[in-house]
């Protein structure tokens, strides 16, 4: 195969980056936060769009899991309520354990999925909440070959797409 | 910078982006400096904010009402348990005193908890965020590129079968969320954004509504207590001495008897009000800003339902209350990342869209419009009493004053019931200014349209809508204009 980059941190040094991508919330459902499944056009060449719909709804299910109102929800509620919110200073909460697994996984789809077709999430905390910011590289040493590799491993995946 | 905070009302980072007003990307003090001490990102917060404890404590600039809140409750506590708990301890039961240190306690608690904590600030965009947004807005807009009068940026979102308007805001540069607003005292744009409350010193959003309502649903039964024992006390004693000679000891005995059950009669009143008005909003699952804009009406069957609203009471007491608590979107205590400069447009190599170095010359521009308002602020009474000249150049004395009339206005202590003030005060003063201020305030003016505007509670209503669409129409026009007044302005600040 040729040159591609095949690590986060190699990706980081030797590519520079080209474009970002932005998936925005999808506010259909209410405030929780939900991210748009929707294709982006530019990554058309990249990533297969099963792929990248898959790690969006993944994350859409970690969030509706984060903020969940149901019986945990409440017991945590009415403990922190009648602590009178000092417990917070020593627990943490579930959302924030659940943004820990999210962390973990999108570091993981990096290294796995994104990182070796040029690509990088970036977890959407960093940014606000708002948006999942895919930055697309352009491998600085072999441009043209890494959009024909690109293309070869999307035609690989294309078949069981 | 010392983390106390408590050194003046304005950061070091402020006076530091109007000296590099030729590039002036405020990360360039932090990469100056980041051979000697990182930066935590609380220390270049864009939003008009107080940090206190090395960023752990996060509150609005003007807090001294919030001093009063405490001195109140601190000294009307106090003086409760030095003179009426010893007596009714004893005739009564040693009950009440544990019952109030109770209710004290979690008083404090949670206002402190309601005033400290971020109440759901987000975050502005980055560059490429904003430069993204705009080239969506550009195509979906279709027609002529930027021009001198864009329509006005709004998205529709169809929630739970309501349509829905999400407004774009022109000073974080991101389309707020539903229910989220832009809370012109602090700057920012707040998550499910309630009030501004100064008596806690504080947004009310959604990280800290129910700190909020613990608050003030706790000090009605505090208040309520310690006046019916103030009572209790007094006639308890005019039982052994008579009615005026129990009123007489008092003021010998417990020199402040009287003035604190006062203080007590009023607080009930509009606390009980309060917390009477809130539980009706939780219950509909409606915010303050909601509900004052009457953006949702009652009926299901009319066009207007609210969408929020799980459908019953308890169900919206609960997802209020007892819901997840989401984490804060700001990262206060997180250090400054060198390599991922959050404002830096052409230096690390993106060269997207032609946008892109507008798009940072807007960002900065948007720094020195923020931090040339500072200077105004601070310099107003020097400059109107030595330069007159100076000023016909570029602005209107009148407008400076006003800037900082709005926002001392809400710490002297408004006799308007306690919370219910949104940022409509500050507003009303700002859109005063606005006829005057015409060229870079333009931008600012924005959000104080975005922001609630009843058509009750302000008695001007009718003119300032006016003159805000006026100015809606004629922002691009402004931004023109920008950099012109921006450059007179750094002129101005650096006399």
């Known amino acids: 195969l040729c040159p591609q980059v095949h690590s986060l941190q190699e990706l980081r040094r030797s590519a520079s980056l080209a474009t970002k991508v932005f998936v925005q919330?999808?506010?259909?459902?209410?405030?929780?936060?939900?991210?748009?499944?929707?294709?982006?056009?530019?990554?058309?060449?990249?990533?297969?769009?099963?792929?990248?719909?898959?790690?969006?709804?993944?994350?859409?299910?970690f969030y509706a899991e984060a903020e969940k109102i149901g019986g945990s929800s409440y017991l945590e509620g009415c403990l922190a309520c009648a602590t009178a919110y000092f417990i917070f200073l020593c627990m943490e909460t579930h959302y924030e354990k659940v943004l820990k697994k999210i962390s973990k996984y999108i570091h993981d789809q990096n290294e796995k999925i994104y990182a070796p077709r040029g690509l990088l999430l970036t977890d959407p905390l960093e940014r606000g909440m708002r948006v999942i910011e895919i930055s697309i590289y352009e491998d600085r040493c072999s441009s043209g070959s890494s959009s024909s590799g690109s293309s070869s491993s999307s035609s690989g995946g294309g078949g069981a797409g | 910078m010392t983390p106390g905070g408590g050194s003046g009302p304005m950061k070091d980072c402020e006076y530091s982006?109007?000296?590099?007003?030729s590039s002036s990307s405020p990360m360039e003090s932090p990469h100056k400096k980041k051979k000697s001490v990182p930066k935590r990102k609380w220390e270049v917060f864009p939003g008009r904010n107080k940090f206190f404890c090395n960023g752990r404590i996060m509150m609005a600039r003007q807090t001294g009402v919030f001093y009063l809140t405490l001195v109140l409750i601190l000294v009307t506590s106090g003086l409760f348990f030095a003179f009426d708990c010893p007596y009714l301890s004893e005739k009564i039961t040693p009950a009440i005193p544990a019952i109030g240190g109770i209710l004290f306690f979690f008083v404090m608690g949670t206002l402190l908890r309601t005033s400290f904590s971020d109440p759901g600030v987000l975050p502005r965009a980055t560059p490429d965020e904003a430069a993204d947004l705009e080239r969506q807005i550009d195509i979906a807009n279709g027609s002529s590129s930027g021009g001198y009068r864009p329509p006005p940026r709004t998205k529709e979102v169809i929630i739970n079968g309501q349509t829905v308007k999400l407004k774009y805001c022109f000073t974080c540069k991101i389309f707020r969320p539903p229910r989220a607003s832009h809370c012109s005292l602090c700057d920012n744009c707040v998550e499910r954004f309630?009030?501004?409350?100064?008596?806690?010193?504080n947004c009310v959003g959604k990280r800290n509504y129910r700190f909020f309502y613990m608050f003030i649903l706790s000090l009605s039964f505090l208040t309520v207590f310690i006046f019916a024992f103030v009572i209790t006390h007094v006639i308890l004693r005019s039982q052994q001495t008579g009615f005026?000679?129990?009123?007489?000891?008092?003021?010998?005995?417990?020199?402040?008897?009287?003035?604190?059950?006062?203080?007590c009669f009023f607080s009930v009143w509009s606390i009980v009000g309060l917390s009477g008005f809130h539980t009706y909003l939780i219950s509909s699952n409606q915010t303050t800003n909601e509900d004052i804009k009457g953006s949702w009406s009652n009926k299901r069957g009319k066009e207007n339902y609210n969408p929020y609203s799980y459908g019953n009471i308890f169900t919206n007491c609960c997802a209020a209350l007892c819901g997840p608590l989401s984490p804060s979107l700001i990262d206060r205590r997180g250090f400054i990342q060198p390599d991922t400069p959050q404002l830096a447009g052409p230096s690390n190599g993106i060269t997207m869209y032609g946008a892109t170095q507008s798009q940072s010359n807007m960002c900065d521009q948007d720094q020195c419009i923020q931090s040339t308002k500072f200077v105004l602020q601070a310099a107003a009474t020097p400059l109107l009493q030595s330069e007159p000249s100076i000023t016909s150049e570029e602005l209107p004395l009148p407008g400076k004053t006003s800037i900082s009339g709005p926002c001392a206005s809400l710490t002297l202590g408004q006799p308007t019931p306690p919370s219910s003030m949104p940022n409509l005060t500050s507003d009303s003063g700002l859109t005063d200014i606005i006829p005057l201020k015409e060229e870079h305030e333009g931008h600012q003016f924005l959000?104080?349209?975005e922001a609630p505007s009843p058509p009750g509670m302000l008695p001007s209503g009718s003119p300032i809508a006016h003159s805000h669409t006026m100015h809606v129409l004629s922002l691009a026009s402004q931004d023109s204009l920008h950099e012109d007044s921006v450059r007179g302005l750094v002129k101005l600040s650096s006399v």
């Open chain 1, 25 to 61: 919330r999808d506010y259909s459902d209410g405030t929780t936060c939900q991210f748009q499944t929707k294709f982006p056009p530019e990554l058309e060449s990249r990533i297969e769009r099963q792929l990248f719909e898959e790690t969006v709804k993944t994350l859409n299910g």
């Open chain 2, 194 to 201: 309630d009030h501004h409350c100064p008596w806690v010193g």
């Open chain 2, 244 to 263: 005026l000679n129990a009123l007489k000891d008092s003021p010998a005995r417990y020199p402040f008897t009287e003035i604190y059950s006062v203080v």
């Open chain 2, 447 to 449: 959000t104080p349209e």
């Open chain 2, 17 to 21: 982006q109007i000296s590099t007003h």
